[in-house]
Nanobody, 127 residues
Framework: QVQLVESGGGLVQAGSSLRLSCAASTRTFNNYAVGWFRQVQGREREFVAVIVPGDSSADYTDSVKGRFTISRNTATNTVDLQMNSLKPEDTGIYYC????????????????????WGQGTQVTVSS
């Protein structure tokens, strides 16, 4: 069983930056694909970004491309989401998710791709 803990959320003004971190209980976190999702009250959880092992290739939803960067920090055993130029529509609860990755394309955009989930961290962007 892998436990995931998100941190770094908060209340910021539009145009600001936040850095979210997803910490894992497993020492083999580097072997996992890790995704970030967000959920606004009353709406379904949506994909934000994913990073896979190996070449650390990443994928993003269109609305965050050029503003968000997902990266793996092996020193701290975390996967971070750097969020710049935040907009009010980025508001939501941000969840990280992880799954052992065995290769293959087009992975990580769907909730069902992941077995392990964190409890979420709130991000609120005021206008």
């Amino acid at each position: 069983q892998v436990q995931l803990v998100e941190s770094g959320g908060g209340l910021v003004q539009a145009g600001s930056s936040l850095r979210l971190s997803c910490a894992a209980s497993t020492r083999t976190f580097n072997n996992y694909a890790v995704g970030w999702f967000r959920q606004v009250q009353g709406r379904e959880r949506e994909f934000v970004a994913v990073i896979v092992p190996g070449d650390s290739s990443a994928d993003y939803t269109d609305s965050v491309k050029g503003r968000f960067t997902i990266s793996r920090n092996t020193a701290t055993n975390t996967v971070d989401l750097q969020m710049n130029s935040l907009k009010p529509e980025d508001t939501g609860i941000y969840y990280c998710a992880a799954e052992l990755y065995y290769g293959g394309g087009d992975f990580g955009r769907e909730e069902l791709d992941y077995q392990y989930w964190g409890q979420g961290t709130q991000v609120t962007v005021s206008s």
